[in-house]
């Protein structure tokens, strides 16, 4: 991890500044949400599991109003998250944002009836567990200022009403980060960190394919989640900015 320069913490005659990390951020989606990110002057952590990736990233965004860097981070490991954790502390202090979207496993023509289970493991332990370990990892940080705002990145697929027999490691894990993010609301309510869940729609990334969304539009509601006034709504589901049944 690159070391950024030093910030000055606010003070009644300086700006409050937020300090933001994005999971899964070196291209796509995440990319996109980093770089709306920092044209609200966030100084922005952009994760990634290959370093090297998240540093030609980070170049891509040169000239940005907020700073970007890039940290190592697979959510799959406790110790790259511990490390992380460590040294965002030391760094900052502080943790304002962090918005849950490394993600993948869209298996799309897989069925229900498989024997083969190991996608949905995989899907889980990234959509469902990476956001469970970094959250609570990283809340400290934001308990420590009475502030923070998690947004997990899941997708209309989990929620409950929705009836298809495709994508079901995709669709059940995003389901259980739906209801990870209820209960982890429900608990924090009254703290000042609100959690919510954002469906950022069909994007035409490298994961959704072509057709979709522009990335812009998806990454969009996300970030407005990310940047909610005080006081925030916590424990919904967005889409653009307008709640959706669970």
């Not at 030093?6 to 070196?26: E, I, Q, S």
């Not at 990233?57 to 490390?83: F, N």
């Not at 289970?117 to 308990?143: D, K, N, Q, V, Y």
């Not at 729609?201 to 522009?214: K, N, Q, S, Y």
Request: glycine share 12%; net charge positive; with cysteine.
């Amino acid at each position: 991890m690159s070391r950024p320069a030093r910030r000055v913490p606010a003070t009644a005659t300086a700006p409050v500044y937020r300090v933001a990390l994005v999971t899964g951020a070196n291209r796509g989606l995440g990319f996109e949400v980093v770089r709306q990110l920092s044209e609200r002057g966030m100084t922005v952590l952009l994760g990634a599991r290959d370093f090297d990736k998240g540093l030609h990233a980070v170049r891509k965004l040169a000239g940005a109003p907020g700073e970007v860097i890039a940290v190592q981070l697979d959510v799959t490991r406790q110790d790259e998250v511990d490390a992380l954790v460590r040294w965002i502390e030391i760094t900052y202090g502080r943790l304002d944002v962090l918005v849950n979207n490394a993600g993948g496993h869209y298996d799309h023509d897989a069925a229900a009836s498989t024997r083969d289970i190991t996608p949905a493991h995989a899907a889980l332990e990234t959509h469902l567990f990476g956001s469970w370990r970094l959250s609570s990892a990283l809340l400290p940080l934001m308990r420590r200022h009475g502030y923070g705002r998690i947004v997990n990145v899941s997708s209309g697929c989990g929620a409950s009403g929705s009836t298809s027999a495709s994508c079901v490691a995709y669709r059940t894990s995003k389901a259980a980060l739906n209801a990870y993010t209820r209960t982890l609301a429900a608990e924090l309510e009254g703290s000042g960190i609100a959690v919510n869940a954002v469906c950022p729609g069909w994007v035409a990334t490298e994961l959704g394919g072509p057709g979709g969304r522009p990335v812009e539009r998806g990454a969009a509601g996300i970030v407005w989640a990310a940047d909610l006034p005080v006081p925030a709504p916590t424990g919904r589901f967005f889409r653009d900015g307008e709640v959706i049944p669970w």
